[in-house]
């Protein structure tokens, strides 16, 4: 097929790639050690290469030829012998463990440099064009926080805004929102946009030693979202995993008749809508955008009723016939709250506050809290992606993956919020990635534009390759055949030609 001449740039991706060390495995997908893959655009031509990240825990493994460093799903133990005496000393400086900088979820933007990220503290500076690994970012020297998100937001003067949660720090367990700015002055340019971190606000956590998980926070123009969901971190288990011999994964528990609460955060005040939204128990992972209209906030997510799909990428039940084997056995849902931030005082209780057309609803208890109920906007879509011109603002296309009753997305689909038309492009033993979208740089159009997606074919013989579609058609213009092993990844973002440094820069 033919390229737009426009599209140039580099399509930068990661995920988990390498799950064996010498004789040891990991347990689950989400551990593997990270793999960065690019497809560079020039003049009409791709290019490809990967690379793992040389972050300091792939240089600890590969050097003992075992997995020595814990992840999420896999508790590691340096000493083999185990005895007694090694037990009880790493169990002393294991209760808020020393995490990993396999940084393999995503790869954000931060002042004119590029990181991997995952979901600990330390973040990995790599170069977009050679995918090498640079130095080792710690949030925590900026900011009191634990563990971050690897879904940050981004204004539109391109400073940073991302969400963290600091634990049990001075006998409180918070969600700090903080900002990286996207330049720093001129007389400080040798140090880095880090040092000039901000933390916007915090919210305190319903519980010191139950934090709740998040994976994405929402942002409105004058707004953040963060959901409390009922998928909660048990600190105190978290704290004695290593000398129970199990992994901090089993420290994440769901209840499922508990509430989800919304937070609302104003942007310019730096403080919470003091106003107590909620509604039933969720689990869920990704915001899809969020807007306000008529004194409501509305934010799409995708919700699950249970959290069984962490569970499904342990590699015990990641068989080769995996899409008749592994049942999802709760569909992802397109969930669209409408929350009335200004609401008439004097409503009745009981009735339903949302002003909006839509059959979500928001109703006033007794005790003042309002119970918000959503719109179902579709099943059975993850790893959403937006025009990002359009993020914090009325919008109308999701382009995302698909998934049947499979977790492994099988089509790519592009969904209209407001006329609930779904598009997609399939093609037999095709597993494709989360769909990028770069917008036409004369576009006027929501999705003038392109969608940039990697193909994962089910039999190993068949070669990957680079899917480029007209995002207003949904027709393929091109494709390129990459003639290597492609793992499936998680996140990535494009990066225009005129973002990415040259050497001599």
């Known amino acids: 097929g033919q390229l737009p001449t426009w599209l140039q740039g580099i399509l930068l991706r990661n995920g988990p790639g390498m799950h064996t060390i010498g004789d040891s495995k990991y347990n689950h997908w989400f551990d593997g050690m990270a793999l960065l893959h690019s497809f560079t655009f020039k003049n009409g031509e791709v290019y490809y290469r990967s690379k793992y990240l040389r972050s300091d825990t792939y240089n600890?493994?590969?050097?003992?030829?075992?997995?020595?460093?814990?992840?999420?799903?896999?508790?590691?133990?340096?000493?083999?012998?185990?005895?007694?005496?090694?037990?009880?000393?790493?169990?002393?400086?294991?209760?808020?463990?020393?995490?990993?900088?396999?940084?393999?979820?995503?790869?954000?933007?931060?002042?004119?440099?590029?990181?991997?990220?995952?979901?600990?503290?330390?973040?990995?500076?790599?170069?977009?064009?050679?995918?090498?690994?640079?130095?080792?970012?710690?949030?925590?020297?900026?900011?009191?926080?634990?563990?971050?998100?690897?879904?940050?937001?981004?204004?539109?003067?391109?400073?940073?805004?991302?969400?963290?949660?600091?634990?049990?720090?001075?006998?409180?367990?918070?969600?700090?929102?903080?900002?990286?700015?996207?330049?720093?002055?001129?007389?400080?340019?040798?140090?880095?946009?880090?040092?000039?971190?901000?933390?916007?606000?915090?919210?305190?956590?319903?519980?010191?030693?139950?934090?709740?998980?998040?994976?994405?926070?929402?942002?409105?123009?004058?707004?953040?979202?963060?959901?409390?969901?009922?998928?909660?971190?048990?600190?105190?288990?978290?704290?004695?995993?290593?000398i129970r011999g199990v992994s901090w994964a089993s420290c994440l528990a769901y209840n499922k008749d508990d509430k989800t609460w919304f937070h609302f955060i104003d942007r310019k005040t730096k403080k919470e809508v003091s106003t107590k939204f909620y509604t039933d128990a969720l689990v869920f992972f990704h915001h899809i955008n969020a807007y306000e209209e008529d004194g409501h906030i509305i934010f799409d997510i995708i919700a699950y009723t249970d959290n069984s799909l962490y569970d499904m990428f342990y590699l015990k039940n990641l068989s080769k016939d995996l899409e008749e084997t592994t049942k999802l056995t709760s569909i992802p849902t397109c969930k669209r709250f409408v929350v009335p931030l200004q609401y008439d005082k004097d409503a009745e209780l009981d009735s339903n506050l949302v002003t909006l057309p839509s059959t979500a609803t928001a109703v006033k208890e007794k005790d003042g809290n309002i119970y918000c109920q959503p719109e179902i906007l579709c099943e059975g879509i993850e790893l959403p992606r937006i025009n990002y011109d359009y993020n914090g603002k009325k919008y109308k296309y999701v382009f995302a993956t698909q998934v049947q009753s499979s977790p492994v997305p099988t089509k790519i689909a592009k969904f209209n919020t407001q006329t609930k038309e779904m598009f997609h492009w399939e093609q037999d033993n095709c597993w494709p990635s989360e769909p990028v979208f770069v917008p036409s740089p004369d576009g006027k159009e929501e999705d003038d534009g392109v969608i940039l997606t990697c193909i994962v074919k089910t039999d190993p013989k068949d070669p990957p390759f680079l899917l480029v579609l007209d995002a207003k058609t949904f027709t393929e213009l091109g494709r390129a055949t990459v003639n290597v092993e492609m793992h499936m990844d998680l996140h990535g973002m494009f990066i225009p030609q005129q973002d990415v440094k040259t050497e001599t820069e």
């Open 60 to 242: 600890c493994n590969i050097e003992a030829n075992r997995i020595i460093v814990s992840e999420f799903g896999t508790m590691a133990y340096p000493d083999p012998c185990k005895n007694i005496f090694a037990k009880a000393f790493s169990y002393l400086s294991h209760t808020i463990p020393e995490f990993t900088d396999n940084c393999l979820i995503n790869i954000m933007k931060a002042g004119g440099d590029f990181y991997a990220t995952g979901e600990t503290n330390f973040i990995r500076k790599i170069n977009p064009q050679t995918l090498e690994t640079l130095e080792k970012v710690d949030y925590n020297k900026y900011v009191a926080v634990n563990v971050a998100t690897s879904h940050p937001h981004y204004d539109s003067a391109g400073n940073i805004l991302n969400m963290g949660t600091s634990i049990v720090d001075k006998g409180k367990t918070k969600y700090i929102l903080f900002k990286i700015p996207s330049s720093v002055p001129e007389q400080e340019k040798k140090k880095s946009c880090f040092k000039h971190l901000e933390v916007v606000c915090s919210v305190p956590s319903r519980s010191l030693l139950h934090p709740s998980y998040y994976h994405s926070f929402g942002i409105t123009e004058n707004y953040i979202i963060f959901i409390e969901q009922p998928f909660r971190l048990d600190i105190v288990k978290m704290a004695t995993a290593y």
